[in-house]
Nanobody
Framework: QVQLVESGGGLVQPGGSLRLSCAAS????????ISWFRQAPGKEREGVSC????????YYADSVKGRFTISRDNAKNTVFLQMNSLKPEDTAVYYC????????????????????WGQGTQVTVSS
């Protein structure tokens, strides 16, 4: 049974940092692209970042480029999202997503109706 469990969210001041973790079980995450999406109150879900399984190519939304870094620890079956220089507009529930592809194809399409999603972790950026 595929399961994705996010952790690491919380309340942080603007300019601060958080590191989100996505622990995968029921499958070997290193064989698949893993994405992070987020949903802010009153807004649609949007892609944040994705990492491929083939060569570790990474993709980022323009709004987070230079501030967020996605990585994976295959030994721990875990994917991370390091978030630096956080802004109030980063406030959202962050989800880890398995679409089942290897090259972040569905992430780049902005696919939010398919795949396996974690329960989400709340990130609040506020002073």
């Amino acid at each position: 049974q595929v399961q994705l469990v996010e952790s690491g969210g919380g309340l942080v001041q603007p300019g601060g940092s958080l590191r989100l973790s996505c622990a995968a079980s029921g499958f070997t995450s290193e064989y698949y692209a893993i994405s992070w999406f987020r949903q802010a109150p009153g807004k649609e879900r949007e892609g944040v970042s994705c990492i491929t399984s083939t060569d570790g190519t990474t993709y980022y939304a323009d709004s987070v480029k230079g501030r967020f870094t996605i990585s994976r620890d295959n030994a721990k079956n875990t994917v991370f999202l390091q978030m630096n220089s956080l802004k109030p507009e980063d406030t959202a529930v962050y989800y880890c997503v398995l679409h089942g592809d290897t090259e972040c194809y569905y992430y780049r399409k902005g696919e939010t109706d398919l795949g396996s999603w974690g329960q989400g972790t709340q990130v609040t950026v506020s002073s």
